[in-house]
């Protein structure tokens, strides 16, 4: 599947390749493929898909893979509505720099929990250096999810990611938490 992908040398700035994976939605067997084995290798129920790419490759597992019970959206700033204490925010370390992400506990709690855990997957577009699957994983995993005064934890169960830059060694970083699965190693 990577050779379908495209290069950008020095993009968004000097010293960077950027990988773009847009060829991946440019052909509808191509794409089914991409799904089917994005679908394998998510085993959660809940899908932590950061925007906007991540978006993408989740939402289509709600149809396509029955154990998919959820896609709990992370955004960047301002773009997700929120009652007072549903917000997390993340400090994100990329490979050109720190961001913020968003999520809502809510979203956490609406998806499926396993005992007294919601076992997530972390589906993302690009593992580079791991910084933003890194700090979503830690935010993930210290937080507490209460519906009807009962306390549920947060469980990693896997890192999907759809390419995976090998040089910038982020799987090395995330094995750390939970098993790293990329669709393509380039």
Known sequence: MKEVLKYYKDFPKEGIVFVDII???QNK????????????ACSAANIIAPEARGFLFAAPLLISAPHVESVV???KSGKLPFAEGDLCEVVIE??????????????????????DT????????????????????????????????KEYGVKVKEFVFIVEIAELAGRERLEKIAPVKSIAII
């Open 23 to 25: 060829p991946y939605l």
């Open 29 to 40: 067997r191509v794409f089914q493929e991409l799904i089917s084995q994005v679908a394998d």
């Open 73 to 75: 959206p992370v955004r």
């Open 94 to 115: 990329k490979e050109y720099g720190s961001d913020k992400l968003y999520y809502r506990i809510s979203d956490i709690a609406a998806g499926k929990a396993v005992g």
């Open 118 to 149: 919601f076992e997530v997957t972390i589906l993302d577009d690009v593992l580079a250096t791991g910084g933003t699957a890194e700090g979503l994983a830690r935010s993930l995993e210290s937080r507490k999810i209460v519906i009807e005064g």
